[in-house]
Structure formats: structure tokens, C-alpha cells
């Protein structure tokens, strides 16, 4: 295909990486070469470490892609990855926990806990309410102290550091808690400007920028107004990603970021989640109780049982499980081998 009217950059040499997603959407048919080499020109700048999502906003801004068959391509590029059985073997752990245990209110909630969480992938941790899953998400940040047994975040002991190293070790992962709590007092703005006020010398002016693009990523532009008691559910859980993200954390946890929101808005939030996985490839840990559709929006999946990891691996492995207890997690199923609580 001929492009005449491109300048002579070098972007568009011929054999230059298009990267997956340019050559995802080349493929469908949602745009044409020109059109890609007009984005590509566009963007020469652009940090080619982003190039793969931002190709993507950049058709967007040119009016050559709509927003939804972006979204569309980049969970088809993610739904690929993670039924490819996710290249998860050979990944290094970023966080892993081995024989953790926790007694809480005499109960043996952690029983010997054997965990790990493959970097730069999406981990969904499931199993029965008061299974011990939002434990295990406070012990991997050190909320929660174990009993016994060892936690590793990046290579180093979680409980053998020193307050100060533990404080900057932390400072790498963000936790949505269960629930999302935003600060009632607070503007959207200012609770997702928080936690870049409290734990980075960021200026007020980049705070602005940075506030004002993370909305728009979270399709909240307009609402850095509003109070959260003015904003629906699905909103709110939003705001809570997007005060999760801002200060960039290599580490996401999210605790149930979809309870209680309805199956339109909990499918929002896993597109959502999606795109900042595409965007960042930011290593997540969700735990969620939306089984079977979690399986569509994650690399690897732990069922947590009885205090205990019951199941580790793929997304498709465990999907296929023929294990009872996992069986009846996946199919709901009232009679069979979990007792519920
Ligand atoms: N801070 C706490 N003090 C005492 N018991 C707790 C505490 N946190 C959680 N538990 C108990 O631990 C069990 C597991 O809780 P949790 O991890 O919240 O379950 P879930 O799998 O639903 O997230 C529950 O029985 C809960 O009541
Ligand atoms: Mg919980």
C-alpha cells in the first residue's frame, strides 16, 4: 500500500515493528496501513516502551479508530494471551508466600498459605466468602503480620525489613480494598491526588496532569468535582482504580473491585482493568467472587480453601479442573465437598 503523503521518518521504514496491537487492528480490518503509518508519524516521539497502547489512542485521536473497536482489539489481543496458557511458566514470582499461617479470633484462617504471583500478569484469587482471601491480600502488603511462614516481595522478606525499607518496599504496591473507599470528605480529585501528596514530593502542577489523565483513563473526565456520595457505584469503584494507579505501583491488588455492581458495570471495570494491564503490563492480583467471568479477564488463577492453596496454575488449567471443590466454586453448586459457611 503506497503512502505518499507520509514525511520520510523513519517509523515508517519498511520492516518496522507495528508492534501486536497495530498489527491486531491492521489485521481486523479496523484500519488501514496508511492510517497506521499516519499514527505511527504522529507519535514519533512517543516512548516506544508505550508504543503498543498509545498507537492506539493515537488512532483514536486522529479520528481514524473509534474507542470501542480499540477496546475491543486490546481484549482480544489479552483474551488471546491468557488462553495461550499465558507463557506463565518460567515468569519469576514478584510476591510469593510460603507455609504462611494466621490464627484470627482463635480460627486457623491461613493455614500454611503456598502462593506465588507471576510478574507482569493478571492472578485472580478465588474461593468461598470468609475463605481467608482479603487476609492473604493484607499479608502480601504487610497489613497483617503472619504467624509463621515467609512473605517475599521482589526478592526480599517482607517481615525482615526494617520500618523504613518496609515503608519504601510498599510504596510499590497499591491495594484497592474490598469495598473501594474513597475519603467522603474528599473531591474526586483530591482523593486521587492523595496518595502523590502523601508519599511523593510531586508538584501541584504535575499532580493536575496526572489527576486529569488518570480520570480520563478511567472515563471519569468532568467529575473531579464531584463528592463521592454524588457518584453511582460503578463510579465510585472508578475513582478508587484510579487513585490505585496514580503513583504508577508495579504491584495492583485489588480486592473484589466489582462486588456489588451490576453485570454491565462489573464488565466495565474488567475492560477497564484490561486496558491498564495492556497499558502497563503493571503485575495485578484481583481477588473476585464474578466466577466464571474473571476466567475471561486473567493469566492465572489461585483457589484459596480451607486456609490452604487448593489450586495454582493457568487460567484454562483450572478452568478444566476436575477437582470437586474447584468444580463447585466454578458451577456454583450448592451440594458438594465445600462446606458453606
Ligand atoms: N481483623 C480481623 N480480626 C478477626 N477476624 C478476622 C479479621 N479479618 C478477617 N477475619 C476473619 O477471617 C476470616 C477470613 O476473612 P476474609 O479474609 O475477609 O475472607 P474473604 O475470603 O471473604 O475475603 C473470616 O472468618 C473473618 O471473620
Ligand atoms: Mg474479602
Known amino acids: 500500500m503506497s503512502t505518499p503523503s507520509q514525511p520520510s521518518t523513519v517509523i515508517t521504514a519498511p520492516g518496522h515493528n507495528h508492534g501486536p496491537l497495530?498489527?491486531?487492528?491492521?489485521?481486523?480490518?479496523?484500519?488501514?496501513?496508511?492510517?497506521?503509518?499516519?499514527?505511527?508519524?504522529?507519535?514519533?516521539?512517543?516512548?516506544?516502551?508505550?508504543?503498543?497502547?498509545?498507537?492506539?489512542?493515537?488512532?483514536?485521536?486522529?479520528?481514524h479508530l473509534t474507542p470501542s473497536l480499540l477496546r475491543q482489539a486490546l481484549v482480544e489481543l489479552f483474551t488471546?494471551?491468557?488462553?495461550?496458557?499465558?507463557?506463565?511458566?518460567?515468569?519469576?514470582?514478584?510476591?510469593?508466600?510460603?507455609?504462611?499461617?494466621?490464627?484470627?479470633?482463635?480460627?486457623?484462617?491461613?493455614?500454611?498459605?503456598?502462593?506465588?504471583?507471576?510478574?507482569?500478569?493478571?492472578?485472580?484469587?478465588i474461593g468461598i466468602s470468609g475463605g481467608g482471601k482479603s487476609v492473604t491480600l493484607k499479608h502480601l502488603v504487610g497489613l497483617?503480620?503472619?504467624?509463621?511462614?515467609?512473605?517475599?516481595?521482589?526478592?526480599?522478606?517482607?517481615?525482615?525489613?526494617?520500618?523504613?525499607?518496609?515503608?519504601?518496599?510498599?510504596?510499590?504496591?497499591?491495594?484497592?480494598?474490598q469495598g473501594g473507599a474513597l475519603f467522603d470528605s474528599l473531591n474526586v480529585f483530591d482523593n486521587i491526588a492523595f496518595p502523590l501528596r502523601e508519599t511523593t514530593q510531586t508538584s501541584e502542577a504535575e499532580i493536575h496532569q496526572r489527576v486529569m489523565r488518570a480520570l480520563d483513563e478511567v472515563n471519569?473526565?468532568?467529575?473531579?468535582?464531584?463528592?463521592?456520595?454524588?457518584?453511582?457505584?460503578?463510579?465510585?469503584?472508578r475513582a478508587a482504580l484510579a487513585r490505585a494507579l496514580i503513583t504508577r505501583p508495579e504491584i495492583i491488588l485489588l480486592d473484589e473491585p466489582t462486588a456489588?455492581?451490576?453485570?454491565?458495570?462489573?464488565?466495565?471495570?474488567?475492560h477497564l482493568i484490561c486496558d491498564t494491564f495492556m497499558r502497563t503490563r503493571t503485575t495485578m492480583v484481583i481477588i473476585s467472587h464474578a466466577i466464571p467471568a474473571i476466567f475471561n479477564w486473567c493469566h492465572h488463577v489461585i483457589v484459596l480453601h480451607r486456609g490452604k492453596v487448593r489450586a495454582s496454575g493457568s487460567t484454562p488449567a483450572i478452568r478444566e479442573s476436575q477437582d470437586p471443590v474447584i468444580r463447585q466454586f466454578i458451577d456454583g453448586d450448592v451440594d458438594g465437598p465445600v462446606d458453606i459457611l
Request: with cysteine.
Open 22 to 63: 497495530g498489527q491486531r487492528l491492521l489485521a481486523a480490518g479496523y484500519i488501514n496501513e496508511q492510517q497506521l503509518n499516519e499514527a505511527l508519524a504522529a507519535q514519533s516521539t512517543v516512548d516506544p516502551n508505550e508504543i503498543n497502547h498509545l498507537i492506539g489512542r493515537t488512532l483514536v485521536s486522529l479520528g
Open 80 to 125: 488471546e494471551e491468557c488462553r495461550n496458557d499465558c507463557g506463565l511458566s518460567g515468569v519469576p514470582p514478584i510476591l510469593s508466600m510460603k507455609g504462611v499461617e494466621k490464627q484470627l479470633d482463635g480460627r486457623m484462617v491461613l493455614n500454611g498459605v503456598d502462593l506465588e504471583i507471576p510478574e507482569h500478569r493478571i492472578t485472580a484469587i
Open 144 to 177: 497483617m503480620r503472619p504467624d509463621r511462614g515467609t512473605i517475599m516481595v521482589k526478592g526480599k522478606n517482607l517481615y525482615a525489613l526494617s520500618v523504613a525499607e518496609l515503608q519504601r518496599v510498599r510504596r510499590h504496591i497499591s491495594l484497592l480494598f
Open 220 to 237: 471519569l473526565a468532568g467529575m473531579e468535582y464531584k463528592f463521592p456520595d454524588e457518584l453511582s457505584g460503578g463510579m465510585n469503584k
Open 260 to 270: 456489588g455492581l451490576d453485570p454491565i458495570i462489573e464488565n466495565a471495570i474488567h
